[in-house]
């Protein structure tokens, strides 16, 4: 950050607590609100820990204060970060503390100005999208300007420019973007029917220094690529119709032919979900082919956090212990392997009433989820390969009384562990029991007992945690999963946690296997590691 932006982010913060200081004297002055959160480890050394990783001083600490100042159609905000130094997994890029984000805005019913950092994207995300994720260590917020106008709520126009953020710093990287949507429903006036036609284009321009000075005009390249997408959205009488057509423009990959270090491919995708909702049932049904569309802020780098746009995993996102040992991440394109993946899900969900046969008295609840992706045989067409992933899964849930409930989960997961390249999959069953039993309104307990079977990898895993609640103040947990199949190793955990009006503190300590730590079906990979983790997060 240079000398002028430290200027600019301390006086935003001076005007915001000395604004919010006066709110109480005048309420028309406006008001501040701000949140804390930190994430402390202290790491150990432990034997029984395979592949366990100790830094040198033993600590990580992940820390964000976040202010925003709010006076009638003017906002203002500043964001800090201090990493001392950063959790292990987490990317390396993110060290020391710094004033990272910072923006001004104004807001009217039809029209909106923000200069400084922001957040947005065009439809699904596909195409582009800037976000922040503290469980992945994500944060690409733009800097730079961005207008909005709604006119009526018929069309619906946004226009942005700005450099993403990677690491501590904004980047040379500059996006040109602008989205635009047109409710033909409103425009008509339909009482029963939503119906809207959106598009966006997207210019993205790099400098090619980051490709280790490679001049890659030589191959055809020129420093920006145009992208754009056109979605349509249809809702009416419960029945949801969605589709959209990316074109992400061309992307450079590792070169395999031993010629050239980099290779130039257009990226493209296509996605179409259709839905029925009414009378307690639900179904959805979502169809994807993807074709080189991961999307980086800097080209060459292979950081998790250097993504411009958002391809989730879309399949049952599982909050369980067993569920998550081996998450399916979209596969957007690996070179001499395939270029991309096709595939779907199915998802149903029914509500049986009080009263019926299933329902009984208190009525039963059941859900049933059906994915499955392939690598893309061929550029350019729908020609399946190798599988990549399936699952299927079944769940219920059932309050017996006013004291007992019950949620049962079955999985079935097969995953391919070479990416497609060859016919390899891993099968996994399981199987989860969550038991909740309110002793009073006040005090509750939790029991989870889970199993998962396979023939492959670390073999058969079984899994416990008992969580005893005192509403609304604490809250106790133990657990344990255990590798009975292979290496006989417990990873257990144990913690307390804390909560009064807007703050929250936690404390664990437990043995953590390596795997993987997923949000919105975008992962990042967890190192082995043990020790002590303390948490607050706080707002006002």
């Known amino acids: 950050m240079d000398n002028s932006s430290k200027l600019l982010s301390l006086a935003l913060l001076s005007a915001c607590v000395a604004s919010g200081l006066n709110a109480q004297e005048n309420s028309r002055k406006g008001y501040l609100t701000g949140s804390f959160e930190t994430n402390t480890n202290y790491y150990q050394k432990d034997s029984k820990n395979p592949g366990v990783n100790v830094p040198e001083d033993q600590f990580g600490s992940n820390n964000y204060l976040k202010l925003d100042y709010y006076h009638g159609k003017f906002s203002a905000?500043?964001?800090?970060?201090?990493?001392?130094?950063?959790?292990?997994?987490?990317?390396?890029?993110?060290?020391?503390?710094?004033?990272?984000?910072?923006?001004?805005?104004?807001?009217?019913?039809?029209?909106?100005?923000?200069?400084?950092?922001?957040?947005?994207?065009?439809?699904?995300?596909?195409?582009?999208?800037?976000?922040?994720?503290?469980?992945?260590?994500l944060n690409n917020a733009i800097m730079?300007?961005?207008?909005?106008?709604?006119?009526?709520?018929?069309?619906?126009?946004?226009?942005?420019?700005?450099?993403?953020?990677?690491?501590?710093?904004?980047?040379?990287?500059q996006v040109r973007g602008f989205d635009a949507s047109v409710s033909l429903s409103d425009l008509f006036?339909?009482?029963?029917?939503s119906l809207s036609i959106e598009g966006s284009a997207l210019n993205r321009?790099?400098?090619?220094?980051?490709?280790?000075?490679?001049?890659?005009?030589?191959?055809?390249?020129?420093?920006?690529?145009?992208?754009?997408?056109?979605?349509?959205?249809?809702?009416?009488?419960?029945?949801?119709?969605?589709?959209?057509?990316?074109?992400?423009g061309n992307k450079w990959y590792d070169s395999t032919d031993g010629e050239t270090l980099y290779t130039r491919k257009r990226g493209n995708a296509q996605l179409i979900e259709l839905g029925y909702n009414a009378n307690g049932l639900g179904i959805n049904v979502t169809g994807r082919r993807l074709e080189w569309m991961k999307t980086d802020i800097l080209g060459g780098n292979t950081s998790t956090s250097n993504m411009l746009n958002y391809v989730p995993a879309m399949c049952t996102q599982y909050t369980y212990l067993l569920t998550n040992l081996h998450p399916y991440t979209a596969e957007t394109g690996k070179m001499g392997?395939?270029?991309?993946?096709?595939?779907?899900?199915?998802?149903?969900?029914?509500?049986?009433?009080r009263g019926t046969a299933l329902g009984g008295k208190?009525?039963?609840?059941?859900?049933?989820?059906?994915?499955?992706?392939?690598?893309?045989?061929?550029?350019?067409?729908?020609?399946?390969?190798?599988?990549?992933?399936?699952?299927?899964?079944?769940?219920?849930?059932?309050?017996?009384?006013?004291?007992?409930?019950?949620?049962?989960?079955?999985?079935?997961?097969?995953?391919?562990?070479?990416?497609g390249a060859t016919k390899e999959t891993h099968l996994s069953n399981i199987f989860v029991a969550d038991m909740q039993y309110k002793f009073t309104p006040k005090f509750s307990t939790r029991l989870e007992l889970q199993y998962l079977t396979t023939h492959e990898d670390e073999k058969d895993w079984m899994?416990?945690?008992?969580?005893?609640?005192?509403?609304?103040?604490?809250?106790?947990?133990v657990?344990?999963?255990?590798?009975?199949?292979?290496?006989?190793?417990?990873?257990?955990?144990?913690?307390?946690?804390?909560a009064k009006s807007r703050t929250r503190v936690a404390l664990s300590y437990g043995r953590n296997r390596e795997g993987y730590v997923c949000s919105g079906g975008v992962c990042r990979t967890l190192p082995a590691y043990t020790g002590l983790n303390l948490s607050v997060t706080t707002s006002f």
């Open 362 to 419: 208190r009525g039963l609840k059941v859900h049933a989820n059906f994915s499955t992706y392939y690598a893309l045989a061929e550029e350019g067409t729908a020609k399946k390969g190798n599988l990549l992933f399936r699952d299927f899964s079944f769940d219920f849930e059932k309050q017996f009384n006013r004291q007992f409930k019950l949620n049962f989960l079955y999985s079935v997961q097969e995953k391919n562990p070479t990416y």
């Open 144 to 173: 730079g300007a961005r207008v909005t106008y709604n006119y009526k709520n018929i069309v619906r126009l946004k226009g942005l420019w700005g450099m993403p953020r990677f690491g501590m710093e904004f980047t040379e990287t």
């Open 463 to 477: 899994a416990a945690l008992l969580e005893v609640n005192f509403a609304p103040t604490w809250s106790i947990y």
């Open 77 to 137: 905000g500043v964001q800090v970060e201090a990493y001392a130094p950063v959790l292990l997994g987490y990317p390396s890029e993110l060290q020391g503390a710094k004033f990272t984000n910072y923006y001004v805005d104004w807001t009217d019913e039809d029209f909106s100005v923000t200069a400084g950092t922001f957040y947005d994207q065009f439809g699904s995300g596909l195409l582009f999208r800037s976000w922040q994720d503290r469980t992945l260590g």
């Open 337 to 353: 392997i395939t270029p991309g993946e096709i595939g779907g899900q199915i998802d149903v969900f029914y509500n049986f009433r």
């Open 189 to 193: 006036k339909w009482q029963t029917t």
């Open 479 to 498: 657990s344990d999963m255990y590798n009975h199949g292979d290496t006989k190793v417990h990873y257990y955990n144990i913690g307390a946690s804390y």
């Open 205 to 248: 321009y790099e400098s090619f220094d980051n490709y280790g000075g490679i001049d890659l005009k030589e191959e055809g390249g020129k420093p920006y690529s145009n992208g754009f997408s056109g979605r349509i959205n249809l809702d009416s009488h419960g029945f949801i119709f969605k589709g959209e057509y990316v074109d992400a």
